[in-house]
Every structure is written in structure tokens, then in C-alpha cells.
């Protein structure tokens, strides 16, 4: 099923929220403003943004990055993150890939792990909310239609019956993305 929601929409009520939580009035969160450097969010207020937006769109974002599950998948993460926790070559290539496509460019090799949240923008944000609400069965199980649209309280629902419709869990759906990942990373940190 394709999700009713337009990326516009997504990006919308994720500045919302962010604002929300970090303090703002909605129109001076832009949707390029790093969350951590422009915004000050902290650890908790990434847990909140997160938490928040998971109730809105009822969806389960990723608890772990695609570097976790590449490592988890590969047997270490070497190949990933040097020793001193920075990115490598193949670990920013697959966060670029990840939910919250990352422009090229956008982060460099050594890049501290931890550093990546705080990079993130609303836009970063949408793209993995809106990549979520986009995991929806092809039919709904219920009654086999094929359309979605939105419940007044925002939850994703059958067009035909009315039935809920839950998007995969973020987790799975980025497990089964890595493994096509990980020969392309590999081969950069060859």
C-alpha cells in the first residue's frame, strides 16, 4: 500500500515536534537546522523527538543505526568505525543510505559516531518517518484493499474497512536492507 502521506506533510509535523520538545515556535526550526549544533537538543531530547514521533505517525523508528546491523551482520565493525569510533569510508556510505539519507558529502570519514545524531535535521527526521509509514502490507490483511489514508487521530488505516495498519518495525526493515549493503561497504574499506 502506498502511505497516504506526502513528504511535505512528514517534514511538517516533524518541525513541529521538534519545536515542540526543543522549545521553539515552529517557524524557527528550519528544516536544515542540525538538531544538536543549531537546536541544542541533547541525549533526552532525542529520546523525546523519537518517542514523539513514533506516537504521531504510530511507527517504531530504528532503535539501532544501519552501522549496528551492518556490524552485527558482518561479525564486527571494523569496517565501519575505526578504534577511535570514527567513521569510516564504508560506514558513512551506509548511513547515506540509511532511513535518514544523508546527502554525499554531507558526512565525512572520522566522524565521530556519537556525532551523527547531533548532525541530523527535521529533514533527515521525515525522511526516516516517512520511509517508515511507507512500510505498510501490500493489502491490507483484513479485507485485501489496497489503499490507505489517515484516521482522525493520524493512525495509518485500511481505505476499504477501516482496519489499523501498523508499518513494519524500523529495525527489521533496516536488517533487511544491510545485507545488499554490505558487499558495496566492504569493498571501500578494501
Known amino acids: 500500500m502506498k502511505t497516504p502521506y506526502q513528504q511535505q506533510d512528514v517534514l511538517d509535523v516533524v518541525r513541529g515536534i521538534v519545536a515542540e520538545v526543543l522549545g521553539y515556535e515552529r517557524d524557527e526550526v528550519d528544516p536544515d537546522n542540525t538538531l544538536g549544533d543549531d537546536l541544542d537538543a541533547d541525549s533526552l531530547s532525542f529520546v523525546e523527538i523519537t518517542y514523539s514521533l513514533e506516537k504521531r505517525f504510530n511507527i517504531a523508528l530504528p532503535k539501532k543505526n544501519i552501522v549496528d546491523h551492518a556490524a552485527e551482520l558482518s561479525g564486527g565493525e571494523e569496517a565501519f568505525v575505526t578504534a577511535t569510533g570514527g567513521l569510516t569510508e564504508a560506514g558513512v556510505f551506509l548511513l547515506e543510505r540509511s532511513f535518514f539519507d544523508f546527502a554525499p558529502g554531507y558526512l565525512q570519514p572520522g566522524v565521530k559516531r556519537y556525532a551523527v545524531l547531533g548532525v541530523t ?24 484493499h489496497d489503499t490507505a489514508t489517515t484516521a482522525p487521530n493520524h493512525a495509518l488505516v485500511c481505505a476499504g474497512c477501516g482496519a489499523a495498519l501498523k508499518p513494519r518495525d524500523g529495525d527489521e526493515v533496516l536488517a533487511a536492507l544491510v545485507p ?11
Open 121 to 144: 535535521t527535521p529533514r533527515h527526521w521525515a525522511s526516516a518517518c516517512f520511509h517508515m509509514l511507507g512500510q505498510l502490507p501490500e493489502v491490507c490483511p483484513d479485507c485485501g
Open 180 to 190: 545488499g549493503l554490505i558487499p558495496q561497504a566492504q569493498k571501500l574499506a578494501a
